[in-house]
């Protein structure tokens, strides 16, 4: 027939569409002239999608029984583009013609192609149907919670330490800075990095031991500590009192308007004796006076 000439099989259908086999006696080309080969084609229909197949060619016997056997090596796209694809190199032609093959049989050959398509997965649409189950909003974020559970298990060795007033205060370097702009001006700021030795004396004449214990509280555990809850009222005030000024002083906001607020509940309330103006007296008496001069001038006229 000469290279690049086919014969042409009767077509089958697979999937809606029609396919034949394709043979190239003489070669698909003249470099592939030694080899006969075997291409699987499909008729192209515009109302057909492009699909993806694999197939096999299998030479059988007279007696039906395969000898010799050859498969594409993945799956072929078969569209607008290219509709035909096979084996160039299937079998030697002087392998095909020996006898020991025996696949030549009154001068024809019987050929079983196979193909298999590839069904495209559908993507599934999300539908609100009553019954379904519904899936849990996404969990809230614990990270916060995980620094705080990890500071306060002591498991994180401190690297700085305080003097307040005599007293010594170990702590976290990072954890403080981060906290208050006023730490973090201490210990980072102008390039400068205490070593762990460092001793720094943070209470300035203005901050006390007990409201510095309350001021690391706070920034361990992200609330006021328990001596602003005491059972006392005068306690709870003046602890609360104290814990102000400190954060006045470290410019931490948030602990300055927590305590704030703490100290409104004592304003709200009846006003405790500890919290009058020590002027109150001074004025009692100079309205008591002004009343004892009316009543002198009053008695003179």
């Known amino acids: 027939m000469g290279i690049g000439k086919s014969i042409i099989s009767q077509y089958f259908t697979i999937d809606g569409r029609k396919w034949y086999i394709r043979f190239y006696p003489d070669g698909y080309s003249a470099v592939d002239s030694a080899w006969i080969a075997f291409y699987a084609q499909t008729f192209y229909k515009p109302?057909?999608?492009?699909v993806r197949a694999e197939f096999t060619f299998q030479l059988l016997g007279?007696?039906?029984?395969?000898?010799?056997?050859?498969?594409?090596?993945?799956?072929?796209?078969?569209?607008?583009?290219c509709n035909s694809w096979g084996i160039r190199r299937y079998i030697d032609r002087n392998q095909l013609e020996s006898a020991a093959l025996a696949a030549l049989h009154n001068d024809s050959?019987?050929?079983r192609c196979t193909i298999t398509i590839h069904q495209a997965r559908r993507r599934s649409v999300p539908v609100d149907r009553p019954g379904l189950v519904k899936m849990p909003d996404q969990p809230a974020s614990v990270h916060d919670q995980n620094a705080i559970r990890f500071l306060a298990s002591?498991?994180?060795?401190f690297d700085v330490r305080f003097d307040v007033d005599g007293e010594i205060f170990e702590a976290h370097r990072m954890v403080v800075a981060?906290?208050?702009?006023?730490f973090e001006g201490l210990l980072y700021g102008h390039g400068r990095e205490a070593g762990e030795s460092?001793?720094?004396?943070?209470?300035?004449?203005?901050?006390?031991?007990?409201?510095?214990r309350g001021v690391l509280h706070f920034i361990s555990n992200d609330e006021l500590p328990t001596t602003v809850t005491a059972k006392s009222v005068k306690g709870q005030y003046e602890s609360t009192l104290r814990l102000f000024e400190a954060a006045d002083y470290y410019l931490m906001d948030r602990l300055k308007m927590m305590c704030a607020i703490k100290l409104g509940?004592?304003?709200?309330?009846?006003?405790?004796?500890?919290?009058?103006?020590r002027n109150t007296?001074?004025?009692?008496?100079a309205r008591s006076s002004s009343r004892r001069a009316r009543t002198s001038r009053s008695a003179e006229e």
């Open 281 to 285: 007296p001074r004025r009692t008496r």
């Open 154 to 157: 002591g498991k994180a060795p």
């Open 109 to 111: 050959i019987t050929v």
């Open 62 to 81: 007279a007696n039906g029984e395969v000898r010799h056997t050859r498969r594409s090596d993945r799956a072929c796209k078969y569209d607008t583009f």
């Open 198 to 212: 460092d001793l720094v004396e943070v209470g300035g004449g203005v901050v006390g031991a007990d409201a510095f």
């Open 47 to 50: 109302q057909f999608c492009a």
């Open 178 to 182: 981060a906290q208050s702009p006023w």
């Open 265 to 277: 509940d004592f304003i709200t309330a009846r006003t405790p004796p500890w919290t009058r103006s």
